[in-house]
């Protein structure tokens, strides 16, 4: 019913920058909050940031001053800029999207495949 699909990982040199994106299609009716997670090797996967319908955003602090998360409502995209990237910034990135289905039913949560960054040395 719903597909979210990010693009724009790869392997980067510690300091450099990335974008991120993320598009959802399907049978949306409205999505809610949209946001960005990663997993490093070994961790548990964390939020980095998000985003609602009304352009509130949220970050984590490991990310602060760094990581900039936009979305367009219009496209039902997710984007993240990256800069100044770290080792510790490797790891898969996910979009995800807390959205109402053009059918009924309440509010669901739905993930993209993942993106890989990798940040070397």
């Known amino acids: 019913q719903v597909q979210l699909v990010e693009s724009g990982g790869g392997l980067v040199q510690a300091g450099g920058s990335l974008s991120l994106s993320c598009a959802a299609s399907g049978s949306i009716r409205k999505i809610n909050v949209m946001a960005w997670y990663r997993q490093a090797p070994g961790k548990q996967r964390e939020v980095v940031a998000n985003i609602d319908s009304g352009g509130a955003i949220n970050y984590a602090d490991s990310v602060k001053g760094r990581f900039t998360i936009s979305r367009d409502n219009a496209k039902n995209a997710v984007y993240l800029q990256i800069n100044s990237l770290t080792p510790e910034d490797t790891g898969v990135y996910y979009c995800?999207?807390?959205?109402?289905?053009?059918?009924?039913?309440?509010?669901?949560?739905?993930w993209g495949q993942g993106t890989q960054v990798t940040v070397s040395n």
């Open positions: 995800a999207a807390n959205l109402f289905l053009t059918s009924a039913g309440g509010l669901r949560q739905y």
